[in-house]
């Protein structure tokens, strides 16, 4: 009896049923999320190049604009995954009617939100300039003005492209955002070019290639979004009327996943300000470290987008011994992806630790960080977010919250401040904290999965 109940717990699908996706349908839909997730790390670092161009102030200005637009659009790619999830489970139960409701409800509540939290930072320009950013220089604080009025205005464009971007991935077609995101970092790429070196104009140069950008991405978005026949498109006409029920079940998801990415957002901003009192050997560190330490983890960072997806269609079918086997092939798939692509990162450190020029002492602690990133990131990284990925899209969504939260505050801030300011560790403890929280996380939700307490109910 212990042997074939063993056997029963070890079996992952029913024998001669069929898989819902092949390896190729998987493949199709995640290599336009790498090369996304490509684009958008080139992409910051050309127009950090550029920005620096027109001055240090312009630079400052644009860097603490910025970390106030991730903050936002985090918030909303965290709305955008809580529709993906629902999208997913709807059409895993094969109720594609519901599915396109949802998605309609998504796009309509992204305007509704992304347009409210417009309004409310244009009223508090001064209040948010003047008081978060504190005490600046006046040409910091007048490129600050200047960028703030014309991005901000996109917030509304991006979160449309989000969203959209979430639908395409939860029908399988990553390939149309993949095409939309080419164009969109394409123009702001040119835009910026022209406009600061062909104009010589300052940070509106950077703002306004941003900002048609993101209109011209959502506008594309809506056009393929109208096409009847994606499994989910939107309804011709469309209902401008918001139906709360279904609104309710995307924030279920969506407001759990946007607390716990916005406290991250936050911890990093801790952090940074407390980097900042090391020094400018551990500023300039920091910063390269957390350049290529970015590339260190990009295709993970895809995997988890496709997992989402994947997984939300085998929770929505009710079939959790698919979702068994494709947790482990992704994961399997993320592990050895972050294998391939920090073995080059080390192979290729000397180069790039010569391309910015740094300092021996800065090159050597930027150094020793990335070589302990690497080996930490392949052999930690991919349980501590991967996995959680598959928990979001069973709807255990307060349970990776509270962990990933926790986690945060108590071992990546606290042992950061421990390490870094009272044990003398400096900006290397700061780093050691960060894979101690990843290591919290990682044992925290393999016993979650492990438990199988993570099985929610799929979306009615």
Not at 323 to 349: F, H, P
Request: aromatic share 10%; proline share 3%; with cysteine.
């Amino acid at each position: 009896m212990f042997k074939k109940r063993r056997k029963e717990k070890n079996q992952i699908i029913e024998p001669g049923k069929e898989l819902m996706f092949n390896n190729r349908f998987l493949l199709r839909l995640l290599w336009p999320l790498l090369v996304e997730q490509l684009l958008v790390f080139a992409v910051g670092l050309i127009d950090s190049v550029m920005v620096a161009s027109v001055g240090e102030a312009a630079v400052s200005a644009v860097s603490l604009v910025d970390s106030l637009m991730i903050l936002i659009i985090t918030v909303m790619i965290a709305l955008a995954t809580g529709g993906a999830v629902v999208v997913g489970q709807f059409l895993g139960q094969n109720k594609e009617t519901e599915a396109q409701r949802t998605g309609d409800q998504l796009i309509l509540f992204a305007m509704m939100l992304s347009l409210a939290i417009t309004i409310i930072l244009y009223l508090l320009k001064d209040v948010i300039l003047g008081g978060v950013f504190g005490q600046i220089d006046d040409d910091v604080m007048a490129y600050c003005n200047t960028y703030y009025l014309i991005v901000i205005a996109s917030i509304p464009f991006i979160s449309v492209y989000n969203s959209g971007a979430a639908l395409f991935r939860s029908v399988g077609n990553s390939k149309i955002s993949m095409k939309i995101s080419i164009l969109m970092n394409g123009i702001n790429v040119a835009g910026n070019a022209i406009l600061i070196f062909g104009f010589h104009r300052g940070v509106e140069g950077v703002a306004i290639p941003t900002l048609v950008s993101r209109i011209i991405a959502a506008v594309l978005v809506i056009v393929f979004l109208r096409k009847p026949e994606l499994a989910v498109h939107i309804s011709k006409p469309f209902c401008w009327r918001p139906d709360w029920s279904v609104i309710k079940k995307i924030l279920r998801i969506g407001i759990p996943n946007g607390i716990e990415n916005s406290m991250f957002q936050l911890g990093k901003l801790i952090l940074l300000s407390l980097i900042s009192g090391f020094g400018t050997v551990s500023i300039a560190a920091n910063a390269v470290s957390n350049a290529v330490c970015m590339i260190a983890v990009l295709p993970g960072m895809a995997m988890g987008y496709g997992v989402v997806s994947i997984i939300s269609r085998c929770v929505g079918a009710g079939d959790y011994g698919q979702v068994r086997y494709y947790a482990k092939k992704m994961i399997k798939w993320t592990y050895l992806s972050m294998v391939i692509i920090n073995i080059l990162v080390v192979l290729a450190l000397p180069f790039i630790i010569g391309i910015y020029g740094l300092s021996e002492e800065t090159g050597d602690l930027a150094t020793m960080i990335i070589l302990f990133h690497s080996v930490c990131a392949v052999l930690i990284w991919t349980p501590s977010f991967t996995l959680p990925n598959v928990l979001r899209a069973a709807s255990d969504v307060t349970f990776t919250m509270i962990v990933g939260v926790g986690s945060m505050w108590i071992f990546r801030i606290g042992t950061g401040i421990l390490f870094g300011k009272f044990l003398g560790l400096g900006l290397f403890g700061v780093w050691i904290a960060m894979i101690v929280d990843w290591a919290v996380r990682a044992l925290c939700f393999i016993l979650r999965y492990r438990s199988g307490k993570w099985k929610h109910p799929s979306v009615k």
